[in-house]
């Protein structure tokens, strides 16, 4: 179980000014008010007190803040932190004279400015017996904390959809997840791809479990099968039907329809739904009737990228196709089934892929979070299969490399 604390930092100027001219005077400083409180029910470990190390650039000696709890379970306190870049939290909650939980954030303060810091303890030890915290400050990134992300699992060179997958290679996958993930969504419910449920109910993860339909009856007929066996065994927040198949020839509305009413006749409780790009299910206006009446949910893939967008216009262009689609859909829920940014590779127009960029296309859970939409950042890892996409992103657009280290980018604002 995971357990989150949400801290929050005020911050207000209290001398004008936190440049430095060059002589010797006292830093200015702003008050940093920080509130931690456990959300879900805590392990019976004692928490006696909770202890702040503030540390950074001209910072002698370092800030020692205690904060107290209130009747309600509550630890809080104010303390003043000297304004200037690379102010270092440390986090440390102690039972007794031993720390249970610690963790750390480099944060920037700021005059006249409030930020949030969002907490998650990770109760899973390392191996002195210390549980992480791991502290998220949500500014311009606020409501990405644990998201939801597409799962393509060829990670590994040479790999492609098709590969019989190890299980071992889909549980170190989800190692990662796992911390980063509260929701995932996959691609295929055959040679391996199916054991991401498994390892999803392990974690206490939502997943969305994917078929892949193309234009081969039998692998599709396959692929149902594997989907129908999956759910017997895993609880699924969902199986979508296909991915972009109308968008790439490969099936019709009336088709795919059809492998959506044979999926429901087989999978009792679990919604059934079809993926497609935006501007399918939107159609000019004319919508997909017959498909749209046989889902559960309308599941649509949302790309900048491809239309040229610049990233600082996504989340504008995202929230316009978004109500677009909604508008012929008003008594359905509408999921947002892949929206991304790659790292690195060749502009579209005005969208330009790159670290920065990627990171900076966070911002797009702001949205999300504060209009209640489901949404799947496309994707968690790179795959070296994708080569060959245009523009040469293919291989770029995961979170994570395929190695599964998170990308320094990204490091910096998730978590």
């Given at each position: ?61 370092p800030v020692i803040a205690n904060l107290t709890q ?70 311009a990134y606020t409501g990405i904390g644990r998201i ?96 972009e198949a109308i968008m790439r020839g490969e099936q ?164």
């Amino acid at each position: 179980m995971r357990f989150k604390i949400v801290a929050t930092l005020f911050l207000a100027l209290t001398i004008a000014g936190c440049g430095s001219t060059g002589k010797t005077v006292m830093r200015e400083t702003a008050p940093v008010k920080m509130v931690l409180q456990f959300s879900e029910t805590r392990t019976s470990r004692a928490i006696t007190a909770v202890n702040v190390t503030v540390t950074g650039v001209e910072i002698d000696p370092p800030v020692i803040a205690n904060l107290t709890q209130d009747g309600s379970g509550v630890w809080t306190g104010t303390f003043n932190v000297p304004c200037g870049i690379s102010r270092t939290f440390l986090v440390q909650v102690m039972d007794g004279d031993r720390v249970v939980y610690s963790g750390s954030k480099t944060q920037d303060i700021v005059a006249g400015q409030s930020n949030t810091m969002a907490v998650t303890v990770y109760p899973d030890l390392s191996t002195n017996g210390i549980a992480t915290i791991h502290v998220g400050v949500a500014n311009a990134y606020t409501g990405i904390g644990r998201i939801g992300v597409t799962f393509g699992p060829y990670t590994v060179s040479g790999q492609s959809p098709g590969t019989d997958l190890p299980e071992t290679q889909i549980a170190q996958q989800f190692e990662v997840i796992g911390r980063y993930c509260r929701i995932v969504r996959t691609y295929s419910a055959t040679h391996g791809c199916q054991l991401a449920a498994k390892y999803a109910e392990q974690k206490g993860i939502l997943c969305w479990l994917g078929v892949d339909i193309g234009t081969d009856l039998t692998a599709n007929i396959a692929e149902i099968s594997g989907a129908v066996q999956t759910a017997t065994s895993y609880p699924l927040a969902g199986i979508i039907v296909g991915n972009e198949a109308i968008m790439r020839g490969e099936q019709d509305a009336t088709a795919m329809t059809g492998y959506v009413n044979q999926v429901k006749s087989q999978v009792a409780g679990v919604p059934v739904s079809v993926a497609e790009t935006w501007d399918i299910w939107y159609n000019d206006g004319a919508g997909q009737p017959e498909l749209a009446a046989a889902v559960d949910q309308i599941v649509v893939n949302i790309h900048p990228y491809w239309r040229g967008v610049p990233v600082e216009s996504a989340v504008t262009y995202i929230a316009d196709c978004y109500t677009k689609v909604q508008s012929l859909y008003p008594d359905k829920v509408i999921i947002v089934g892949e929206i991304g940014w790659p790292s690195e590779g060749n502009p579209n127009g005005s969208a330009v892929p790159s670290a920065v960029n990627q990171r900076n296309f966070l911002t797009v859970f702001v949205w999300a979070d504060q209009n209640g939409v489901t949404g799947f950042l496309f994707e968690m890892f790179d795959e070296p299969w994708k080569v060959g996409e245009p523009g040469g992103v293919g291989t770029h657009w995961g979170l994570f490399d395929s190695n599964l280290a998170i990308k320094p980018e990204i490091a910096r604002v998730w978590f």
